[in-house]
């Protein structure tokens, strides 16, 4: 199992720049999201900014279903300049590479909790590793992208492209750099590397209890 954290309401605001669409997840079994959490901080932040729609469902990590569900509101998100995603890491990589010409930020943070995981088939990883570098690196895991899990930038082993562990592999950092690329958003590469927080209070849950 997992659970989500709101980042923190500085952070959120800092990220809604412009019009602005979120999209909430109800998360699965799997997912505690802090649903009344979200919903309170939402309704702060339009009123001092320009949130054009607010979307709830569930199952974004799906591809299929996150296309139905989007696809009704795709003129409203074609006007926004940011989308923020609050859902587990794994909805948000799955919306940032749906929506691939827009600045996809988290909203969340996602940290482990024992127990049962979930079979869903999903097309991309979360390492449920606390403070999510998600807002930096264009929607894109550099933890689960990159077979060396670099959080720096790419190695020298790539090769056309490719990973060097894994040779049908793209190279994440090459990913991220042509997505950020893409929304002329190359400066965010240049963070100061930090010391991420790793603990969530009901994280401390162990298979004994």
């Known amino acids: 199992m997992l659970i989500t954290q709101l980042k923190s309401k500085e952070t959120i605001e800092s990220l809604a720049k412009g019009k602005t669409f979120i999209v909430n997840c109800h998360g699965c079994k799997e997912v505690y999201f802090a649903e009344h959490e979200a919903e309170e901080l939402q309704k702060e932040l339009s009123e001092t900014n320009d949130i054009?729609?607010?979307?709830?469902?569930?199952?974004?990590?799906?591809?299929?279903?996150?296309?139905?569900q989007l696809k009704k509101h795709m003129d409203k998100i074609?006007?926004?300049?940011?989308?923020?995603v609050f859902s587990c890491g794994v909805g948000i990589q799955t919306v940032a590479k749906y929506l691939d010409d827009k600045r996809v930020y988290s909203g969340c943070d996602t940290f482990p909790l024992p127990g049962f995981q979930g079979v869903t088939p999903l097309q991309v990883d979360c390492a449920q590793c606390g403070e999510c570098y998600l807002?930096?690196?264009?929607?894109?895991?550099?933890?689960?992208?990159c077979s060396k899990s670099l959080v720096n930038g790419q190695c020298g082993g790539a090769k056309d492209g490719m990973c060097e562990v894994d040779k049908e592999m793209e190279c994440g950092w090459e990913r991220i750099y042509r997505k950020l690329e893409k929304l002329n958003k190359l400066d965010t590469l240049k963070y100061e590397p930090k010391v991420r927080n790793y603990w969530h209070p009901d994280a401390e849950q162990t298979d004994a209890e």
Request: proline share 6%; hydrophobic share 30%.
């Open 52 to 68: 054009t729609q607010i979307v709830t469902t569930d199952y974004i990590c799906h591809p299929d279903n996150l296309a139905l």
């Open 135 to 145: 807002n930096y690196t264009g929607g894109i895991c550099p933890i689960t992208s």
């Open 78 to 84: 074609k006007d926004a300049d940011t989308v923020i």
